[in-house]
């Protein structure tokens, strides 16, 4: 408490929060429209950002959403989200793949072995071990760059089921093999101990707990 009461006081109502440029543009914002329904009265300032901020030395930010297998035992966790792995594609592209050998879709992560030890493990999973040694790969430095060349036709994506929600809800990119899938990490949301009190925060994260939830 004594170090919460030290730390510059956010403005009345206004939070701000941190995570990264990906989950920003394909989860969060497009559902932000409901939290300014539910409590207009509150503003989220927004940072898109692939560092990791110190969220008990930065009091400028009020929350992070992370995306890691951690757990942070110095902060407070809100919710979190947990996600899995499958391979998707434009419609065509999926209906073309059960013929031939696709062009494939990657990310390069800073740590890009992370996804692409993913591929290997679906690909074991749905029995493609050939799938190794694609048509053609298409690289690009972030998921939502990605996602946008997959639903372009460029070829079938290793993607988050949170990343790739709202697409397949719209129809511009399919699942192929639904049934096969890899387990992925969690996105948390994470404050400093006793910044959760503070209104907008607290009413961010409880709009944020029902999104998790459904």
């Known amino acids: 408490q004594t170090l919460d009461a030290l730390r510059p006081a956010s403005a009345a109502g206004a939070l701000t929060l941190s995570?990264?440029?990906?989950?920003?543009?394909?989860?969060?914002?497009?559902?932000?429209?409901?939290?300014?329904?539910?409590?207009?009265?509150y503003q989220l300032?927004?940072?898109?950002?692939?560092?990791?901020?110190?969220?008990?030395?930065?009091?400028?930010?009020?929350?992070?959403?992370?995306?890691?297998?951690?757990?942070y035992p110095m902060l407070h966790a809100a919710c979190t989200l947990q996600e899995?792995?499958?391979?998707?594609?434009?419609?065509?592209?999926?209906?073309?793949?059960?013929?031939?050998?696709?062009?494939?879709?990657?990310v390069r992560w800073r740590d890009s072995a992370l996804y692409d030890e993913g591929w290997l493990q679906w690909c074991e999973a749905a029995g493609l071990p050939a799938w190794r040694k694609p048509a053609a790969l298409h690289a690009y430095a972030e998921e939502h760059y990605a996602l946008q060349a997959a639903i372009a036709g460029q070829g079938l994506v290793l993607a988050s089921s949170v990343m790739v929600?709202?697409?397949?809800?719209?129809?511009?990119?399919?699942?192929?093999?639904?049934?096969v899938s890899v387990a992925g990490a969690a996105y948390t949301a994470l404050c400093a101990p006793g910044r959760e009190r503070h209104p907008p925060v607290k009413a961010f994260l409880a709009w944020l707990r029902q999104e998790f939830k459904d």
Request: no cysteine; hydrophobic share 45%; proline share 7%.
């Open 165 to 179: 929600s709202d697409s397949v809800a719209a129809g511009t990119l399919v699942p192929l093999r639904p049934e």
């Open 19 to 41: 995570t990264t440029h990906s989950f920003a543009a394909l989860w969060l914002v497009p559902r932000l429209g409901r939290f300014y329904q539910a409590y207009p009265q």
């Open 45 to 71: 300032r927004l940072q898109a950002q692939a560092e990791t901020i110190d969220l008990l030395q930065d009091a400028s930010v009020d929350v992070a959403i992370r995306y890691s297998r951690q757990r």
């Open 84 to 106: 899995r792995f499958g391979v998707y594609g434009a419609p065509a592209v999926v209906a073309q793949a059960r013929r031939a050998r696709p062009a494939l879709v990657t």
